[in-house]
């Protein structure tokens, strides 16, 4: 199994990085916006995405840690067939009032990983440049 980690420094604060990363229905407008353009919600555990290149993804939540400030997701239907995706992300308190966050995407078959590793890395910039400013 591949596992793809990225992690990033946001200048943004610990509370604001949580709030719009658990906002599972809304990562188009709070946390990746431009990466992804839009989310439809099924319920409140199922979400379908859709990214800027026009490639759509079902999502469900597999849970929601508030203590520790982490949330896993798993890929169910999408264009890759990846038979295993699930990823978690955190938030931790950072130098300087900042944020840093950790994301994590374990997926099957391994062929996947240099494509995901793509996507997770525009990603992490949309999300380092949105919740920066706020």
Excluded: C
Excluded at 7 to 19: H, N, Y
């Amino acid at each position: 199994m591949a596992s793809i980690r990225k992690e990033i420094i946001i200048a943004a604060s610990l509370e604001v990085a949580w709030d719009a990363l658990r906002d599972f229905g809304a990562p188009h407008t709070r946390l990746v916006p431009g990466f992804v353009v839009d989310t439809q919600l099924d319920g409140d555990d199922t979400r379908a995405v859709t990214f800027f290149n026009g490639m759509t993804i079902r999502e469900v939540l597999v849970g929601v840690d508030e203590e520790a400030r982490r949330l896993v997701y798993t890929a169910v239907e999408g264009p890759m067939e990846a038979t295993h995706h699930s990823a978690s992300a955190q938030v931790f308190a950072g130098d300087d009032g900042g944020t840093r966050f950790v994301w994590i995407t374990d997926v099957l078959p391994d062929e996947l990983a240099p494509p995901i590793n793509e996507l997770m890395e525009l990603g992490a910039a949309a999300m380092k440049d949105a919740l920066s400013r706020g």
